[in-house]
DNA sequence: TGCTAAATCACCCGAAAGAATGATCTAAAA
DNA sequence: TTTTAGATCATTCTTTCGGGTGATTTAGCA
């Protein structure tokens, strides 16, 4: 009895201990699988490498992030406290280096390569 | 030693039953985790509802679509097989509806009210 | 120190976009 | 059947966009 007494202890010790890998364990999976859940939905962001891969200064993504913003031309002049031929030069230049033809394309552009910071979403 | 034997082979069903366990309930931790992970990321869809809030007509989210993906007037006329004018129309009345100045914006609008399909995200 | 890229601004011109208004036609609802 | 909403198209007019070109200034690089 003795002997089945101290294995039953033994037993128990290790009842303890496997609850405690069980928890311990179980979290380790509960975190995996959130890092799983949340990185498949997250998005790369790189703003300056894209921008200087394509030839845009920093002055041409600081009018792009406006123009996605839905702001004019000279909306986009206003905020930049510079002139409306400026504002527009800048946003020539954005489409000739972006291959597009209008602000709208601009905007898609823009927010595919992931050139701006969007306001929502 | 008869009796240790049969306490010994107990433990390792039991043992046995504790792996099966672990695993699946590793699995629930795991499934449950990705779950908390990808609900925190998931977005909202419904389109015909906030159209239909909005007073816009279904002729006019077809538009809104398609000044979305960047077409110019004409352009949209031709893909909706209508004249220039009919289509400036109905972008009149997209603008007074969802109360903006400029396409920008109704695009804008369009994507922050999931009005419109994202074409790319 | 000269070269170069970036930023600034100007002028001109044509095309596109947008506002305002009115008209016709059709299908569905009252 | 009469109303009503949606879709269609037109005309006129103003504003905005976009292209093309050239000039000046400044800051960093070779």
Redesign the interface.
Known sequence: MV??QV??YK?MI?DLN?EL??GI???L???????????????RESVKYDAGKLGLSKREVEVLQL??????NQEVADRLFVSLNTAKTHISNIYSKLN?K????A??KA??LALITP???
């Open positions: 002997v089945l294995v039953h037993t290790r496997m890998y069980g364990i179980g979290l999976f509960l975190v995996f699988g959130i890092w799983l859940g949340t990185s498949s939905f997250r998005k123009l996605s913003e839905g702001f004019s597009v209008r602000r709208t394309q905007i898609q927010r595919d306001s929502k979403e």
